[in-house]
C-alpha cells in the first residue's frame, strides 16, 4: 500500500540525518508548551502539541517507508550520536536504530499519537491547564520514541521510565484530586516494582555479553551507513561477526552454531563460542564475566536474564501480580487512558521481549512462564470486566486482559503474532476508549454506565465507530481484533499439537473462556451505552450531543483501522510456513514447529471455537442486557462469586494486607525500636555513664584533710597486705 | 601554588570580615558571595587544565611544615604541607567550590542573627574543606579534617533550630570520637613502620614493606595490628559517611542545622568519609580490606533498606530528607566496596550527584519553611496549585533523587548497583530495591505536600519561587540534567584513580610475589 510514496521519500543519508527530528519534534512541543504555554490561548497550545506529533508521524512515515523498501534489501536505518556512557564493563550511546520491528511500533506511536492529540483538543477545550496537558502528551510521545528506537537497552530503559513518569504526571493531572494523585504513585511504585525486574536483567547481561547495544555500531559507506549484520559464511560455514557485536550479534551467533534442527531451546552445555569477524578473520575474545552466585551454564543465565526481564514487562504492560496499577490508571483524562494506558506505553513489554526474542527463543522455560502469566492474566482480567458499571473500568480491564494474549503469543513463541495484536489492539481499543471518552464528554462527565443507555440515537458516530471497535475486541471474524488473536490462540493449539504438553492444551482452554467472556462484557458494554431507555437525569440529558470533529474524526479513522486492519496487515504477521514470512517483513523469526502440520492443524477448530465463543458472548449479552436491562447493585448482590468480581477479587486489598501494612508497620517498629530506643539509647547512654560517672568522681575531691589521710593510710594497708601475699 | 591559594582564599576573604560591623550585614553578605565566587574561578583550572603526573597527583606542591627532632637531630616527626589531587579530589573540590556560593545565597533571608558571624564560619568552613581534598600529607588531612568540624559546630549550635544543642554536641562528638581513634592509628603506622613524613604514597609504600618483613621484627605490620588500624580508620569515615549502625547523628543533624548548614552538610562533609575510605583504607590495610568489604557491602545494604524504611515513616520532610542520605550513601558506598571499576566511579559520582540533588531538596526545603515556619509534611497538601514553579522545581529534583534515566541519579545509581552486582549478584538485588523504595517514600512525601485540595487558608496565597530562589536552584537544576545526559567527562577523570585504588587490593597471588621481589 505504500507503493506510491516510495518513489518520494528522501535518500538513505537524508534520512540519517532526518531520523533525529523524529524525537526531535515532540520534544522541541514539549519546551515550548511547557515554558511558556501559559501565556498561550487554549487552542494553541492544543495546536503545538498536536502539529510537534504530526510531523514526528511524517517523519517516521518516511524512514518506515525506506526500511521496508525491501526489493532494495535495505536494512535498518541507525544512527549513532554521542557516546552517554563508557566504563570498562560496557559503553553505550545515543543512537536510533529504525529495524522492520520497531518501525512496527514507530507508527502506532506517533500515528495514533497523532490521532489522540487531536481528539484531545477537543476534549480537554475546556481545561484550566491545557497547555500542560499537551507539554505532557508531547513529553510522553518524546519517551515512548526514545524506548520504541534505542540502540541499546539502556536507551530502551530511559523511555521505559520517562514514559512510566509520563503516566505518572497524566494520571495525577488533575491533582487537586488526591484520588488521581494516589493513582499515579501507585502506577510508578508499581512499575518500579518491574523495574527492579528490568535492571536485573540489564545486568545479567552486561555480565554475560559485556554489551547493552543490541547491534553493533552503524559503519559509513556509500550513499548512507550500514549495519554490519551477523552471518554464516557459506563457503566455510563458519560464523561471521561484526566488531564489537551488539546482543542480537551474540543470539544470532549462538543460534547459527547451536540451533541445527527443529529444537529452539540452548543446549545446557553451550558457550559463547569465539567469533571469527568478518573480513580480518580475527577472533574476537568474548568478555564474558558470569560473576560468582550466578552459576555457569550459559542456557540457564540466559533463562534467568529472560525471566528478569519479563518480571520488568509484567510491570509496564500489567500482568499478573502487578496489573493493579492499570485499572487506577483510568483517573486519568480519557485521551490518557487512550493513547498511554491501551494504545501504547503498556505494550513496550511486549515490545522489549521482542526486540529480544532471539534471546527468549533460547530459553522454553521463560516462554512457558510467559505464556503461563499471559493466559492467568488474560482471565482473570476478562472475569473481572464482567461485573465492572464503570465504562472506563471495563475497558481497563479488558486491556489487562487483552495484553496477556499478547504474551500468550510471545510465550506460544509467534512473536510476530504477539505485535500484531499490539497493533490491532492499538486501533480498536484506542478506538474504544475514544469512544468512551465521547460519551463521557456528552454525559456531563458521568462513567456510571447504570446511568446511561439508549445513546445510539443522540450519538450516532460515537456509537456506530464505537460498534465497530466492539466487534473487533469481541473478536467476530473478519474484523482486525478476531485476525490477531485467532491466530494467537491456534499457535498454542499448535504448540499442544507439536510437543504434546498438557500445560499448552490449560493455556488454550484459558484463552478460549477469556475469549467468551470479552465478548460478553464488551457487549453488556454496547448495550448498556446505547441501548434501552437513557437513565441519566433530566439535567444531563439535556446537555447530551455529539461531539466536535477533532473528535469524530479519529474516531472514524480508528473505525477503518479496527475493521480492516487485519485485512491490510494480516500478512506481515501471520505466517503460512514458520521461520519464513514474518522473518522477512518484521525481522522477528518466530520459534519453528517441530512438525509444520501441527499448527495447521489446530487452525479450523480453533477458528471454529473462536466462532462459537464470541456468538455466544455476544448472544449472552443481548440476552441479559439487549432491552436495555437493569443491574443489580453488586454490593448488595447475594451471589459471592459476582461479588468477588465486581470487588476484583480483592486483590488490592491482599495485597495491602500482605505487603503495605507490614511495611509500614516494621518500618514504624523499627524507627522506634531501632533508630531512637537502641541505637541512641546506646549512644546517649554512653554520654550519660561518662557524665554520672564523672559526677561520681568528682565526690571523692571533698578537701576534708582526714579523708585524704584515710584514704592514703587504707592504701598503704592495702598495697602491704598485696606484698605478703605475693612474697608468700 | 594553585591549591594553596585555594584553601587560602576563603580564609582571606574573612580576615576583613572580622573588622566589620554588624550593621553592615548586606555588604557582609555580599562579600562573602564575592569571595566563594572568586573561589569557583580560582578552581576551574581544576577541571580544565587537570594533568596527573607520574604518580597520578596533578597540581602537587609540596612545604616544609613541622618537624620535631630529638637531641641526635634525627627527625622523629616530620609534617609537611603536602598538598595535590587527584582525578577524584579535583572533582570533590569543584563540588565544594561550586555548592558554595549557593549555600551563601540560601542563607540572604534565612539568617538573620550574628550575620557576620555566620558568613566567617562558612568561609573558614570552606578552607577546611578544600584542605581535606588537597592534602596528600595525612597529618596535613587531619588537621583540616577536625578543623571542619568546628565551624559546622558553630553553625549548627548557634542558627539551629529549637534542639540544637543537643543536634550539635551529638554531632560532634559522634565523629571527634571516631576521628580520634583515627588518629591513634595513624600514628602508630607512622612510627611503626618509621616512615619518613605523612605523605600518603610513601605512607602506603611503607606500610606494604611492613607487612611482607618476617614475624619477630619489630617493623612487622602483624595481621593484628593491621585489623585494628582498619577499624580505627574504617570507623572514623563510616561515622562521617554514615553508613549503618552509627548513622543517628545524621537526621538530628540535619533537622536543627540552618538551610545553609545542611546544605554543605551534605554535599560536602558525608563525601569526606567515603573519600577516606578511597584515599587511604583501601591503600593502607587491603589484608583487612579483602576480608570486610563483603561485610561492608552488607552494611550499605541495610543502609539502603534501612535508610528508606526510616524516610517512609517520618513527618518532618527535612528528616525525610537526612534518612534518603544514608540510604543515598548507602548506594554510593556500595559501589564504592564493590572494588570493580564501575562500582568505584559510580560511587564517585554519586558523591557528586548526592551532593547535587540532596543539597537542592534541603535549599527547597529551606525556601519552604521562610514562608510557614513548618516542615511537617503534614501541615501541607494540594500546595501545587499555589506555588507551580516551586513543585515543578521538587519534582525534579525528586526525580533526581529517585534514579530517573536522563537525570544524574540515574548514572550514579545504575553503576553503583551494576557494581555491587558484579561483585555480588544477590547483594547487587538486595540493594537495587532501593530503587523502589526511593520512588514509595520521596512521592509519597510529594502527594501529601503538593497534590489534593488545599485545606489550609493561608497555604492558598503562598509566595512562588522569587529571583533569588530561582537563580539559587537553577545552577543545580541544570547540573542534574548535565550530569545525566554527559557523566562521560567526568567517568574518564574519575577512572585511572579509581583504578589505582583498586590496583591495591589485596589478593594472596600478589602478596607472594612482592615477598619475592622482597627476598
Redesign the interface.
Known sequence: MMEWIVPHIPSREALESKMVLIPLFPFVGFLINGLFGRTFSKPFAGFVGTVAALSSFVVALMCVCHVHDTELGRAGLHVSYAKWLVTSDFSCSFGLYIDKLSSVMILVVTGIGTLIHLYSMGYMAHDRSVWRFFAYLNLFLFMMILLVLGDNILMTFVGWEGVGLCSYLLIGFWYEESKNAAAGMKAFVVNRIGDLGFLMGIFTLIAVFGTVNYVTAPVKGEGGSVTPQTTLDAKTKAVVVPQNPGLLDYTEALRLTYIKDEHSELPEKAELPKFATGGEKNTVSIPMSIPKGLGNSLAGLITLTCICLFIGATGKSAQIPLFVWLPDAMAGPTPVSALIHAATMVTSGIYMVCRLHSLFAFSETALLLICGVGAATALFAALIGLTQLDIKKVLAYSTVSQLGYMFIGLGAGAFSLGIFHVLTHAFFKALLFLGAGSVIHAMSNEQDMRKMGGLKGKLPWTFATMLIGSLALAGVPGTSGWFSKDNILATVLGRYNDTHNNLYLVFYIMGIVAAFCTAFYTFRLVFLTFFGENRSSEEVKHHIHESPWTMVLPLVVLAFLALAGGFLFGGMFIEEKSGGEAFEHLAIRNVPFHEEHSLHEAHTPNLILTGIVALLGIGLAFFRYGKGGNIPDPEKSNNLVYKASFNKFYVDEIYDALIVFPFCVISELLHWGMDIILIDGLVCGAAELVRNGSSLLKRIQTGLMNTYAFAILSGTVAFLIYLLIKVQ | MLLTWLIVLPVLGALPMFLAREQNARELKVWAFVVTLATVVASLPLWFSFAPGANGYAFSEAHKWVEFKDAAGKVYLNIGFNLGVDGISSLLILLTTFIMPIAMLSSWNYIQKRQKEFYIAMLLLETAMIGVFAATDLFLFYVFFEASLLPMYIIIGVWGGEEKIYATT?FV??TAFGSLLMFVALLFVYFKTGAQNFDVVQLTAALAKARTLPVGDPGQLTRNAEFWCFWAFALAFAIKVPLF?VH?WLPDAHVQSPTPGSVVLAAVMLKMGGYGFLRIVFPFFPVAVAQYSNLFMIICVIGII?GS??A??QTDIKKLVAYSSVAHMGTCMLGVFSM???GV??GVYQMLNHGISTSALFLLIGMLYERTHTRLIAFYG?I??SVPVFTTAFIIVT?SSIG???TNG??GE??C??GG??????L??LA??G??LG??YM??A??RM????IRREDLKHLRDLDGREKLVLAPLVIAIFAMG????AF??RI?PAAETYIGYSYTPEKEMKAAVVEK
Do not use: E, H
Open positions: 551529638k562528638i559522634y549502625p543517628t534501612y524504611m526510616m517512609f515513616v570493580t571499576t564501575t566511579q559510580g494540594g501545587a496549585k526525580l530517573l534515566p536522563l540515574f548514572i545504575f553503576t548497583l551494576l552486582f558484579l561483585r555480588n549478584p544477590m547487587g538485588l537495587s530495591t530503587v523502589i520512588a514509595v512521592l509519597f510529594v502527594k503538593f497534590f489534593g485540595t545526559v554527559a557523566p562521560t567517568f574518564d577512572k
